[in-house]
């Protein structure tokens, strides 16, 4: 797949806001081009279904998650390791795409059940909550500090009607993180 950048970026912009919108099952290659402006042979210049769209941006979501793995592996296991993960994890999450990437996982997880790279970040996902938990941990504990991780997801979920701003958003699912990492 030949890529550039910029209309790149446009077409995972448009095609994730549609898959959002209508469901990814609902959404053609057609209508993502017509939003585009482009002809499909155009689109199909940098993506050829939308399954490589959705396999662009799980692949940047994993990206971000495996260099957080990495980076926590690097670091004593101690609260205030766990502390910076999750703001770590928060900052990250707030950056780009990656919010509407989750609501898009959200919405169509039926259609994206079985996605190869989905499946990965999946996976990479509760190897991140390896490094919030000690195997020697209470249960409550092991759960809180899983749950933080989550935490941040939900403020996108449980508050989505609310017309926060994105920051205010962010501070409040970052602030309740901590208080469920703390010991």
């Known amino acids: 797949m030949r890529e550039h950048p910029d209309t790149r970026t446009r077409i995972q912009e448009i095609a994730l806001k549609l898959f959002i919108e209508q469901g990814y ?9 017509e939003a585009l402006g482009v002809t499909k042979a155009a689109l199909y210049y940098h993506f050829r279904t939308k399954d490589d769209i959705v396999t662009s941006l799980a692949e940047d979501r994993l990206r971000a998650v495996q260099e957080l793995i990495a980076w926590a592996e690097t670091q004593p296991r101690t609260d205030e390791t766990r502390r910076e993960l999750i703001r770590r994890y928060s900052e990250d999450l ?3 795409r990656h919010h509407e990437v989750m609501r898009f ?3 169509n997880q039926t259609a ?4 190869p790279v989905m499946e990965k970040t999946r996976d990479r996902m509760f190897d991140l909550i390896t490094f919030l938990v000690d195997p020697d941990d209470s249960t ?4 809180k500090n899983s749950m933080a991780l989550f935490s941040m997801h939900a403020a996108w979920f449980m508050l989505k009607d609310d017309k926060l701003p994105d920051d205010e958003r962010q501070a409040a699912a970052l602030e309740v993180a901590l208080e469920l990492i703390q010991r």
């Open 105 to 107: 996982s959200e919405r």
């Open 112 to 115: 994206l059940k079985h996605h």
């Open 25 to 33: 099952e609902a959404t053609s290659l057609r209508e993502i081009a």
């Open 94 to 96: 707030h950056r780009g």
């Open 140 to 143: 409550s504990t092991r759960l």
